[in-house]
Each structure stands twice: as structure tokens, then as C-alpha cells.
């Protein structure tokens, strides 16, 4: 089956370029993912030079000028981004024919929202408490967007990997958070909405009563704040109609034409540039992401809930990504399963795995969620990621691919 190993710059920095893709390689993968854009974050990162690795908001080469002149958000550059290191990576890569495939994250970048905090997720009360979370909806984002896809896909990259390139979840909206009043899953879900004047403005022309369903939002979220019991369960569309109403879930549903639309251009960017855009959705990484024990809805049903209408994505996008964060193999497939029904048989379908904590213990275990992804109608599996994990647990991956070191 093929597939990529995801690497950060830092980490090939760190080792050496020919030592990385040799280890890769050696795994029996002919693919890496590089993250070409990323955000901020610490990782601890086992066998890097500093065994902790702070990364920062921005690109890994120069923006392009033609592509960012005269537009108001332009990716940070990343420290050592003018020696061209995903060039020399590609170069690399070339001569052992091994493709390169541009991780690219979209609309989750601190430095850019703390700079223009008009341009970020506006809550129910007016708040921009999510520097983290770009608007998809302002006209500006739009921009940035595509001219962010068009540069990464300029690196001379086989595809650019879209993460985040959708609505964010509450959860995501800043670096560190606290939050010591007992919200549920609704409550998290309702805060979340975005209520900017382009959100309101493209709901309204969609039919739906957007002021109501921000002072719904209003009057139920102000209420746990105030002290009221939080909602229970899981969010789903009968649920959320039941606890804050019909105009809420309508308005909720009116964000995917905001993300179908923004999708649809940035694929169209990419496509100009002679490479091609696979989807990220980051609904697999909400669910399982912090203990690998997904709730039970469906990673592909539950999409709606970040503006993702995969249905309609299928006919736009030739390639899509499932995070399959799941200790139990069963659940890969039933995941895996779902988003081939939701994007056609005829779309690639690009499964992460992660051959580590939390959700793989064993070599085993790592084999019987390959084994899962193939039977579910998954087309490669690409392992996540190559420096946060030992050396000992990326030895699991040649084993649980067929391919023995």
C-alpha cells in the first residue's frame, strides 16, 4: 500500500537530509509529507538535537511577491526559510525517487490573528477571544488562502496537504487555555460559532434567521457561564435542535457553503500551479486526538460540525485525508468506511496513522489498522510523524506495511 512518513523541516534540520529520507526510505515509504506552513507549538521530540523543538507560526521559503503584494495577510517566514530548505529536501528526494507532498496549514496561525483580530472567529457575545482561528468567510482570509495554496504548490510539491482549511473548534482557538466552568460538548460547539458580519451576512443570504440564532446562542451559552447545568451528550443535528433550536442548526449548516466555496477556489489555485489539493479534514483529530478513544459518531458524520460537507467536497477535490486517531482497528475501518460512502469511490482516500502514543502500542497493532484502511477502501496510509516519535516506534512501521527491516 503507499504512503508518506510526515516530517517537520526542524527535524530534518536537525539530522540531516539524506539521513532522514534514508531512515524513510529504509521503512519501504517512497513518499514524505513536509510541513511547508505551519503554526506554533513545543513538541517534545525524542531524537532531535535539542530533544524539545519550539515551532513557530509561517512558511519555510520566502512568500512569493507576486502572489502577496497588495494583500493584507502574509505568512511569517520561518527561521533559516531564505536558505530554501524544502528545495534541498525536494532535490533530495528526487534522486532517490521518493515524492514530496506540502503539509499546509491554512487558517490556524496565532501571529496573523494577535496582528488582525478583525479577520478572526467573532463569538456569539462579539468576543475575538480565537486569535488562533482565521474567519473563512472575511474576504482577506479568502485571499490569503489561496495565495498560501499557490505558493506551497509553486515548492514543486506532488500535493499540497490542506489542514485547516475550514472552521476551528472552540478548543483550538489560542495556545494555552483554561476554562474552569463545566461546559458540554453543545455548549463548546455553540461558543464556537462564528458571528462576524461575513458569517451573518452569508447565512442571511442562505435563508436563515442569523441574528436569532446568535442570541440563542447568547442566551444558552451566558447561561452555563451564569451557572446553569451544561448540556450532556455528543453533537449531532437532532440534539443541538432540541437544546438551542432550529435557526441555530440551520445556521450552523449554512457555514459549509462558506468552506465548499473556499475549497473549491484553493483547489482550483492549486491545480493552476500543476500540482493538486488533498482535504484535511481536522474532525478525526477533535475526536481522537488527546487519548486515541474517539466518541462514537463517525469522524466523516460529524464533519458538518466544522463547515466540511464532504458530499460536496467529492466532486471539487481530488484527494482527502482521514485522520484516523483510534486505538481499535475496527474503528479505523468503520471511519476509513464512512468517508469513502461520503466522497465517491472514484477520490483518493489518505489515511493518518500514528505508529505511537496513544494509539498504537505494538507493531501488532499498528498491522491490523493497515490491514483496516486497505479493507475499508483507503488508498494509502501516511504515518504521523517522523520526530515526535522514537526511533523504536518508527520501526514499527516497515513490519505493519509488509515490508520488513
Not at 505551519?38 to 521530540?45: E, K, P, S
Not at 532535490?91 to 503539509?103: I, L
Not at 487519548?291 to 459518531?297: C, Y
Not at 488508498?379 to 527491516?405: C, E, M, Q, T
Amino acid at each position: 500500500m503507499d504512503g508518506s512518513v510526515y516530517v517537520y523541516v526542524e527535524d530534518v534540520r536537525d539530522e540531516g537530509v539524506a539521513q532522514v529520507l534514508d531512515r524513510i526510505a529504509g521503512y519501504g515509504m517512497r513518499e514524505i509529507t513536509v510541513a511547508a506552513a505551519y503554526h506554533a507549538a513545543r513538541d517534545v521530540t525524542p531524537h532531535g538535537a535539542s530533544r524539545v523543538t519550539i515551532r513557530s507560526d509561517g512558511v519555510h521559503f520566502p512568500p512569493p511577491p507576486d502572489l502577496f503584494d497588495g494583500l493584507r495577510l502574509v505568512p511569517p517566514m520561518q527561521a533559516g526559510a531564505r536558505d530554501e530548505p524544502l528545495a534541498i529536501l525536494r532535490e533530495a528526494a528526487a534522486d532517490r525517487r521518493m515524492a514530496v507532498h506540502g503539509w499546509t496549514v491554512f487558517l490556524h496561525n496565532t501571529t496573523l490573528g494577535l496582528a488582525n483580530q478583525d479577520v478572526t472567529v467573532q463569538d456569539c457575545f462579539g468576543g475575538r477571544g480565537f486569535p488562533a482561528a482565521l474567519c473563512p468567510a472575511h474576504p482577506d482570509v479568502r485571499l490569503y488562502a489561496v495565495a498560501l495554496a499557490r505558493s506551497v504548490a509553486r515548492q514543486g510539491v506532488h500535493s499540497v496537504v490542506a489542514e485547516s482549511l475550514h472552521f476551528g473548534a472552540f478548543a483550538q482557538g489560542y495556545l494555552s487555555e483554561r476554562c474552569f466552568v463545566p461546559l458540554g460538548p453543545m455548549d463548546e460547539f455553540l461558543f464556537g460559532l462564528c458571528f462576524c458580519q461575513w458569517c451573518m451576512r452569508r447565512a442571511t443570504d442562505l435563508g436563515v434567521k442569523a441574528e436569532v440564532a446568535r442570541e440563542e446562542c447568547a442566551r444558552i451559552v451566558g447561561g452555563v457561564l451564569d451557572g446553569d447545568p451544561p448540556a450532556q451528550g455528543e453533537v449531532t443535528r437532532a440534539a443541538l435542535t432540541a437544546y438551542a433550536g432550529p435557526e441555530v442548526v440551520a445556521y450552523a449548516r449554512a457555514r459549509s457553503e462558506t468552506v465548499t466555496s473556499l475549497v473549491s477556489e484553493v483547489a482550483s489555485a492549486v491545480s493552476m500551479e500543476g500540482s493538486r489539493l488533498t482535504f484535511l479534514d481536522g474532525t478525526g483529530h477533535r475526536k481522537g486526538y488527546a487519548d486515541g478513544l474517539p466518541p462514537a459518531g463517525l469522524a466523516a458524520h460529524d464533519a458538518w460540525q466544522l463547515g466540511v460537507d464532504l458530499v460536496a467536497l467529492g466532486d471539487l477535490v481530488p484527494s482527502f485525508g482521514v485522520l484516523a486517531y483510534a486505538r481499535d482497528a475496527a474503528r479505523v475501518a468503520d471511519d476509513v468506511g464512512a468517508y469513502r460512502r461520503s466522497v465517491g469511490n472514484d477520490r483518493e482516500l489518505r489515511v493518518v496513522l500514528r505508529p505511537g502514543r496513544p494509539d498504537t502500542d505494538s507493531e501488532d497493532r499498528l498491522a491490523a489498522k493497515v490491514r483496516a484502511v486497505k479493507a475499508a477502501g483507503g488508498d494509502a496510509v501516511d504515518f504521523h510523524a517522523y520526530g515526535l516519535v522514537p526511533y523504536s516506534v518508527l520501526n514499527r512501521i516497515p513490519g505493519a506495511v509488509g515490508r520488513k527491516l
